[in-house]
């Protein structure tokens, strides 16, 4: 698993580190690791000139130290000076070491266009201008400075790409856009967040020895490891029963194949029993497409809610699908709700729940019970699982004032506080889908998952996720760990299939068996 710390924890870990270890070392420690990843990399796009951007505080210390390394080394290095207090603004311990090691000094507060010049012909770029102390955006200064920087040239973002919110919370336009982040000793969140993710590049992290491990983590995110941890593999004394039954309510005369894709991602993720509930349409479509489910209700371990679900629909098999649907909702078992099951979310249940909307679904369930809660209703779902209420351990919800309107937009712009609102509103975990997938469960580290092509954004995607989730959570895995196994598996399955090129919906559902039985296989051939 990597794990990113919040700014605090890191301040913190360092100071103890510091406590313990000669003044300058952690600095020293940092600057080596850099300097070593610069010297990789300019001998791959065989540059031989690198520029550090130098801001005032010990991130731009790091940068001074590496391109006083890499100075010494024989790299024609140079750093620039980015504060308007000119040489007396930077680390100055740092700035007689890459003066002595032979590296040019320019200063931009004094001759702004020869730093410019300086910038534009460096064929590695070391962004030091803030790291962890940095506020979001760019002065204008500084981003003069990035402008200069050459289309070919490769940019290593020291710690974090300058400009970015370190915490990952806001978006921001105005950052440094690295090819590459070099950080040290541990994420930071805004590597793993949707808001710094892509202006993050390649992560490499330099230990410097200070010690997170026993520190909560503020993001976390699964890698192919966690697959053996987590995925629940059968013992010699389990039956399809104790491993679980899942039962799918999804599709409609309307969307008959959501169902198909959803039963057979759940076949395919190995669940021990699918039960299916539908029209007569999609019933057919499964019983040839999925000849293992059994159609009708009974006894089950956990629903998937929702896919290709038509809650419009009026005819009576419709009606009766609907019924199984809220009477899912209403029971005290674990519910994946998907699409058209979330229309039919009224507010907290009492058993686990993963909701897994898309950016404009979210905001639609977001408007629709923040405009509950701020009436009448208690916001409680309603049946035999209903347990909390509106005023029962109901942490505020910070946002625009509840019954305010929330678009797709507003959510695309703060991905994170609208998955964390919605979570803290419906006490569910909530996956957020998108080029980063965001699982928020409340009282946990966020998970952040980015392991699909984007060719995965095709329709029908969301239904073999649903179906994923839903066979995890049979299974007896928590919400948090279903849903953010289920967003790797997906993802990774989807990543095979494409190849790097188109995808549909089904191959990745078909993709599921394989890429968990290796994914399997890898856990088992790994050393120790
Ligand atoms: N604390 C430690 O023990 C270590 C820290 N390290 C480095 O130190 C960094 C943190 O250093 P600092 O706390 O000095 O903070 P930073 O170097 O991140 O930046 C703080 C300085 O930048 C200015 N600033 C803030 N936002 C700005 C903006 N948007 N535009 C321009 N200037 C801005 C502030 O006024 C302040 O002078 C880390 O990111 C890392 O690179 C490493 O050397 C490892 C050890
Ligand atoms: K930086």
């Known amino acids: 698993m990597i794990r990113a710390h919040s700014v605090e924890a890191v301040r913190a870990a360092e100071a103890a580190a510091m406590a313990r270890l000669p ?29 550090g951007l130098v801001g005032a505080g010990d991130n731009g210390g790091d940068t001074l130290y590496a391109v006083a390394q890499l100075a010494e080394s024989g790299f024609a290095s140079a750093a620039v000076l980015v504060p308007s207090a000119g040489r007396s603004g930077v680390h100055a311990a740092g700035l007689r070491a890459a003066e002595s090691a032979g590296a040019l000094v320019h200063v931009a507060a004094e001759d702004p266009e020869d730093a410019v010049e300086a910038v534009a012909e460096a064929a590695l770029v070391l962004d030091g201008i803030v790291g962890i102390g940095g506020r979001p955006g760019l002065r204008p200064e500084a981003a003069r400075l990035v402008d ?14 300058s400009g970015l919110d370190p915490a990952g919370e806001s978006g921001e336009d105005d950052a440094v856009w690295a090819d590459e982040t070099v950080t040290f000793g541990t994420p930071k969140p805004v590597h793993l967040l949707p808001a710094g993710e892509a202006a993050t590049g390649r992560l490499t992290v330099v230990d410097i020895g200070i010690e997170v491990d026993d520190v909560p983590a503020a993001v976390e995110r699964l890698t192919w490891d966690d697959v053996t941890t987590l995925w629940p593999v ?36 190995g669940v021990g029993m699918l039960r299916y509930v539908g029209t007569p349409t999609p019933v057919g479509l499964v019983h040839q497409a999925v000849p293992e489910a059994v159609v009708g209700e009974g006894r089950v371990q956990a629903w998937v809610v929702g896919p290709g679900l038509d809650t419009d629909a009026d005819d009576e098999r419709a009606r009766e699908q609907l019924d199984a ?10 519910v994946v709700v998907d699409a058209g099951g979330l229309a039919l979310v009224e507010g907290r249940r009492g058993a686990p729940t993963v909701l897994t909307p898309h950016a404009g679904e979210l905001a639609r369930l977001l408007t629709r019970l923040e405009g509950r809660s701020a009436g009448t209703d208690d916001g409680t779902q309603g049946g035999s699982g209903a347990t909390a209420d509106r005023d029962r351990g109901e942490r505020p919800v910070t946002g625009p004032a509840r019954g305010a309107e929330t678009t797709a ?15 803290a509103l419906t006490g569910a975990t909530v996956l957020l889908k998108g080029a980063t997938t965001l699982v928020v469960t409340e ?35 928590a919400p948090h760990d279903a849903a953010s196994l289920g967003a790797l598996v997906h993802g990774v399955a989807a990543d095979r299939a494409s190849g790097g090129g188109p995808l549909r919906a089904l191959a990745v559902a078909h993709g599921l068996r394989p890429t968990v039985r290796d994914l399997l296989a890898r856990g088992r051939s790994a050393p120790g």
């Open 148 to 161: 200069a920087i050459d289309d070919d040239a490769w940019v290593i973002a020291v710690d974090l790409a």
């Open 325 to 334: 649907a809220r009477a899912a909702l209403g029971s005290d078992l674990p």
């Open 443 to 477: 009282g946990e580290p966020v998970r952040s998952q980015a392991d699909a092509p984007s060719w995965l954004a095709t329709a029908g995607a969301g239904d073999v996720l649903s179906g994923v989730i839903g066979a995890l959570l049979a299974s007896g895995l």
């Open 234 to 269: 059968p013992g010699r004394g389990d039956d399809k029963y104790s491993r679980g039954v899942l039962g799918v309510v999804a599709g409609s005369e309307a969307y008959p194949g959501a169902a198909v894709l959803c039963t057979t991602a759940a076949a395919e993720a």
């Open 23 to 51: 003044e300058g070392e952690l600095m020293s420690r940092a600057a080596h690791g850099l300097a070593e990843v610069a010297a990789a990399r300019l001998a791959d796009v065989e540059g031989t000139t690198v520029v």
């Open 409 to 423: 937009d507003d959510v695309k712009a703060d991905p994170l506080g609208h998955a964390r609102r919605l979570a």
